[in-house]
């Protein structure tokens, strides 16, 4: 019987869940309930959606099977498909979380507060394991952008992880707030300073989502609602520059659909799902533009801080 080899003491290890956790919410565009399970994975599973009201159909969590980015990032493969993956990613990313299975008895993942941090505390609450397996990381080789009109986002070699993004909108509420941000992951907690940023939208523009059957659950409980000239939501914003830093962490959950974190710089300027997955699509075409290595913690604490706040919180 073979055994798997073991892996050098200081080499940073794949990560899951202790035990399976479960939630119940709605889905934000569906508005239909769902029932999640959480639960821990093999090494080099990756991450995996499965829908249990269709025979247990797998949904690989991968770039190259998105399949709808209106308001939301879907993913699809063999005729089934899970919709709005993009926060529980990006918390996966958080904690970093390597192999895990989503089991899921509807089509999109229940968007709770509308932020990463539900995600983060379900996790949090059964633990988190390392594995016998070595983490693997992409690391940018040289620059990749794309652009969709005046909108851009490109990904360079950085010596970590950090992300910039500049939201564009000409609003009395958004003019109020930063519309910009740059955050170093060795220098700052995602859990901390990302993770509550809730989705927002204008109550002006929710009829118009609600016609192409998007926004049907969503309420104050799931966003931030923005009128003419203030938040609705009772206690207001989180984060004085909530707007921008859920943008972010959008693009976090939109490019770990790659399968392992990057280390590299992101650049955004009013990028959204559509534009974050084209970049990812066109990084994995270039095949100079990125490597696959592994961190060993001598590099990773010292030469190459990626998501240490994020592992220590």
Request: proline residues 4%.
């Amino acid at each position: 019987m073979s055994r798997t080899p073991e892996i050098p003491t200081k080499m940073l290890r794949q990560r899951t869940i202790k035990r399976p956790v479960h939630a119940i919410g709605i889905g934000v565009h569906s508005g239909q309930k769902v029932r999640m399970t959480l639960r821990p994975a093999g090494e080099n599973t990756g991450i995996v959606f499965v829908r249990t009201d269709l025979g247990n159909a797998a949904i690989r969590a991968r770039a190259s099977n998105v399949s709808d980015t209106t308001l939301a990032t879907s993913i699809a493969e063999n005729g089934a498909q899970v919709a709005t993956v993009e926060h529980l990613m990006s918390a996966l990313w958080g904690l970093s979380i390597d192999n895990l299975l989503i089991e899921l008895n509807n089509e999109e993942v229940p968007i709770m507060d509308g932020s990463a941090a539900p995600f983060v505390y379900l996790i949090n609450s059964v633990g988190i394991v390392e594995q016998n397996a070595a983490k693997e990381f992409i690391r940018i080789r040289r620059p990749i952008t794309v652009t969709q009109g005046d909108a851009c986002a490109t990904l360079e070699p950085f010596n970590g992880f950090e992300v910039d993004y500049t939201f564009v909108a000409d609003h009395p509420v958004y003019n109020r707030y930063p519309k910009q941000a740059r955050l170093n992951f060795s220098e700052i907690s995602y859990v901390d300073q990302v993770s509550r940023a809730r989705s927002f939208g204008l109550v002006d523009e929710l009829e118009q989502a609600q016609g192409i059957q998007r926004c049907l659950g969503s309420s104050l409980e799931n966003a931030v609602g923005i009128d003419d000239y203030q938040i609705l939501n009772e206690g207001g914003l989180r984060y004085e520059d909530e707007f921008v830093k859920h943008k972010l962490l959008d693009v976090i959950g939109d490019l770990f659909l790659l399968g392992r974190p990057i280390v590299g710089r992101f650049h955004g300027y009013k990028s959204g799902h559509a534009l974050n997955n084209k970049l990812a699509r066109a990084l994995l075409r270039c095949e100079d533009s990125f490597e696959i290595v592994h961190v060993g913690e001598d590099d990773y604490s010292e030469e190459m801080p990626i998501l240490a706040p994020a592992l220590s919180s």
